[in-house]
C-alpha cells in the first residue's frame, strides 16, 4: 500500500473549514481513498489538553513565541501519534489548520522574526509537509458573524476571536500572501460559497493538484 496524502485546510474564523473537511473526506472515501479528519491545534489527547490551555487564553500573557513554541508542541504530538502513523498506513489525511495557521498568527501577527519561525517549523514537522493546502478565503466580518452565531448562549469567545478586525483582515492577507509565494502547495477558494458548491471547488483542486481517479 502506498503512502497517503495529507492536505490542510487553511482561513480565518469561521471560513467553513471544519465543514469542508468532512465533505472532502466523505468524497475521498467514496473516491476509494480513506481518509482520516482531525484539527489542529488538537487531534491526539496530548495536543488536545494544549489545545484547551491556549485557546482559554493561558499562554497570552507569555507573547507570540511561547505560544508558537505550545502550538509546536500539540503539532509534534499530533504528527507522532496520528498524522505520521496515518499517512504511512497508506490512509489519507485532513487537517483543520496546520503550520500557515502558526506562520500567519504566530509569526505575521505576533511578530516573530521569520527565520526562527522557519526554524522552529522545520523541526516541529520534521519533513511531514501538507502535499495540498486550501485556503478558504473570506471576508473575515462574515467568518465572525458565521462563528459567532454558532457559539452556544453563554459561551466566551476564544483566545483568537475575540482579536479585532483589524488584527482579522491582517491575517486574511497573510494567507494570500503565503498562497502567492507558494503555488506549487496551496490553491485559495473563495470561502463565501455555499458549501456544496464550496466542496465541489475544492474537489476539483484535488483532482487537478493530486490526480485523483475514482473508483466509485
Ligand atoms: N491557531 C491555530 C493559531 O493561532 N496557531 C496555530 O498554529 C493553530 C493551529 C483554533 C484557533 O487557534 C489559532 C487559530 C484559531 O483562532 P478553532 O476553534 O479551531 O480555533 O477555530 P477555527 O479553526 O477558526 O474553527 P471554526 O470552527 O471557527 O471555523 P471553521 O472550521 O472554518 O468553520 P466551520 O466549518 O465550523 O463553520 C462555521 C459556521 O459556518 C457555517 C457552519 O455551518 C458553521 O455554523 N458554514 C458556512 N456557512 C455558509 N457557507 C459555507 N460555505 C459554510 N461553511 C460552514
Do not use: N
Not at 144 to 168: C, I, M, N, Q, S
Amino acid at each position: 500500500m502506498g503512502k497517503g496524502r495529507f492536505i490542510t485546510l487553511e482561513g480565518g474564523e469561521g471560513a467553513g473549514k471544519s465543514t469542508l473537511a468532512r465533505a472532502l473526506a466523505a468524497r475521498l472515501g467514496e473516491a476509494g481513498c480513506p481518509t482520516r479528519t482531525t484539527r489542529e491545534p488538537g487531534g491526539s489527547p496530548k495536543a488536545e489538553a494544549i489545545r484547551e490551555m491556549i485557546l482559554a487564553g493561558q499562554a497570552k500573557d507569555y507573547g507570540a513565541f511561547a505560544e508558537a513554541l505550545m502550538f509546536s508542541a500539540a503539532r509534534i504530538d499530533h504528527i507522532d501519534s496520528l498524522i505520521r502513523p496515518t499517512l504511512d498506513g497508506g490512509e489519507w489525511v485532513i487537517c483543520d489548520r496546520f503550520i500557515d495557521s502558526t506562520r500567519v498568527y504566530q509569526g505575521v501577527l505576533g511578530q516573530i522574526d521569520r527565520t526562527l519561525l522557519a526554524e522552529l517549523e522545520a523541526v516541529t514537522i520534521a519533513g511531514v509537509m501538507p502535499d495540498l493546502t486550501l485556503i478558504l478565503d473570506l471576508d473575515p466580518e462574515i467568518g465572525l458573524a458565521r462563528a459567532a452565531k454558532r457559539r452556544r448562549p453563554g459561551e466566551a469567545v476564544d483566545r483568537f476571536e475575540g482579536e479585532t478586525l483589524a488584527f482579522h483582515r491582517k491575517l486574511r492577507q497573510a494567507y494570500l500572501d503565503i498562497a502567492a509565494g507558494e503555488p506549487g502547495r496551496c490553491v485559495v477558494l473563495d470561502a463565501t460559497l455555499p458549501p456544496d458548491e464550496l466542496a465541489e471547488a475544492a474537489w476539483k483542486a484535488l483532482g487537478e493538484r493530486l490526480q485523483i481517479r475514482p473508483e466509485a
